[in-house]
Nanobody
Framework: QVQLVESGGGSVQTGGSLRLSCAAS?????MGWFRQAPGKEREGVAT???????SYADSVKGRFTISKDNAKNILYLQMNSLKPEDSDMYYC??????????????????WGQGTQVTVSS
């Protein structure tokens, strides 16, 4: 059982930046960030595997960067050029399979408690 703890959310103005962090209690192959607003479907934002291969949702490409410190089991999401539509609860997620490490995957079995990101116009 892997535990995930997010941090780094907050409020920022349009065009600003935030960095989210997610500390995992142990090694796990695939990690990612998802976001969800009340009443909306959860959206995969970005994923990364142990080898560093990343995938992104089209809506964040060029603005967000996912990275992982494999030695410390910490996942990051650098979010630049933030827009009001990026406002959501952001969740860290992970799974152990070497397959299905992409934003549309249904394989994510472990989830953090979420951290709120609010972007004001």
């Amino acid at each position: 059982q892997v535990q995930l703890v997010e941090s780094g959310g907050g409020s920022v103005q349009t065009g600003g930046s935030l960095r989210l962090s997610c500390a995992a209690s142990g090694y796990i192959y695939c990690m990612g960030w998802f976001r969800q607003a009340p009443g909306k479907e959860r959206e995969g934002v970005a994923t990364i595997n142990h080898g560093g291969t990343a995938s992104y949702a089209d809506s964040v490409k060029g603005r967000f960067t996912i990275s992982k410190d494999n030695a410390k089991n910490i996942l990051y999401l650098q979010m630049n050029s933030l827009k009001p539509e990026d406002s959501d609860m952001y969740y860290c997620a992970a799974h152990e399979s070497i397959f299905d490490c992409y934003t549309g995957s249904k394989a994510f079995a472990y989830w953090g408690q979420g951290t709120q990101v609010t972007v004001s116009s």
